[in-house]
């Protein structure tokens, strides 16, 4: 069966979240066109749109329209997934695949497609029931004040600011109100759903205002937004775990760590069959990749993917489309 054939039968699409351009962003947006139905990339607005490669000959590559400008820990995030989910949505795809500039796969984009085929109404996304502070995901997250997102006119002074009013924990007694009878659910920003349950995700956000409200000031609210809303609907009962992989054991506690060669060699190890992690063995994709990454991703291709030569190469070398 060709890759157009497997597209045809389950027509994958990825919203990729980028802040800013590096030569992986380029590599992975040309690795995934092997086989999907299109990739739709949100710019932040901070960042000047043409330093980015200009997609005019390739019809299956969009920019979003509408872009927002990105805080950490902000809504503005989960409003630019909003916003890419409407467009993918609007083409007619059967699956919807959340990923940021810094990720790859760790499987061919035909046999991910093959995955997605086999598991139709599965919907990979991490839900765990809040309060969950062994995975990050404390109730305080909604049950207090956030003031995340910094506007442009003096931001310096709007930051100071902010940090200080978190220090305060200032209780949210509403909170519950605004999630209307729901149980909150936490898990990561990195999920795949089908177009079915992403157009209730849609719905959900342009009609609970209250829910919007909710998540305006919480923290993170990319990490459980989508997750209360799957996790209180049908399409909760054939959730399993996000297949995207992060090293979180070993990173900040802020931000996983970058993919290095000792990370590769037990990512083959869960390959072929040897992981201790479950997450790392049922992985598709991984993150993050430092941008000037050309010899990790080689290793990935031809380690850890059942790949040819000619795969390898598109790894390792940056497009020279522009």
């Known amino acids: 069966m060709s890759a157009q054939e497997r597209d045809q039968g389950c027509r994958v699409a990825y919203l990729i979240q980028v802040h800013q351009q590096t030569p992986h962003l380029d590599v992975l947006v040309d690795t995934l066109l092997e086989a999907c139905a299109g990739i739709w990339i949100h710019v932040d607005a901070k960042a000047d749109l043409s330093e980015f490669r200009d997609y005019t000959d390739e019809p299956r590559v969009h920019y979003c329209a509408t872009r927002f400008s ?67 995901k404390p109730i305080e997250r909604l049950s207090e004040y ?41 898990g990561a920003t990195w999920w795949a759903l089908t177009a079915d349950a992403a157009r209730a995700v849609v719905e959900t956000g342009r009609d609970d205002r209250a829910l919007t409200r909710l998540y305006r000031h919480a923290f993170g609210p990319d990490e459980s937004y989508f997750q209360t809303i799957i996790g209180n609907s049908p399409f909760a009962a054939d959730a399993e775990p996000s297949l995207t992989f992060a090293y979180w054991s070993r990173g900040n506690g802020l931000s996983p760590a970058n993919i290095d060669d000792d990370l590769i060699d037990e990512l083959v190890r869960a390959r072929s069959g040897a992981a201790t992690d479950p997450a790392m063995a049922r992985a598709l994709f991984v993150r993050k990749l430092p ?12 380690e850890v993917w059942p790949a040819s030569s000619d795969a390898a190469g598109r790894a390792t070398q940056g497009s020279a489309r522009r």
């Open 70 to 136: 990105v805080s950490w820990g902000g809504f503005s995030l989960s409003r630019a997934t909003l916003a890419l989910m409407a467009e993918a949505l609007s083409a007619g795809v059967d699956r919807l695949v959340v990923l940021s500039g810094a990720c790859f796969p760790l499987r061919s984009p035909e046999e991910i497609v093959e995955a997605f085929a086999a598991r139709p109404t599965t919907q990979f996304i991490d839900l765990h029931p809040m309060p969950a502070p062994e995975e990050g």
């Open 146 to 186: 956030h003031f995340r997102e910094v506007p442009a006119v003096g931001s310096d002074l709007w930051r100071k600011v902010l940090r200080r009013v978190h220090r305060l924990h200032l209780p949210r007694p509403g909170y519950r109100r605004l999630l209307g009878g729901r149980t909150p659910f936490g």
């Open 291 to 302: 941008p000037e990454s050309a010899e990790l991703r080689a290793r990935i291709v031809t």
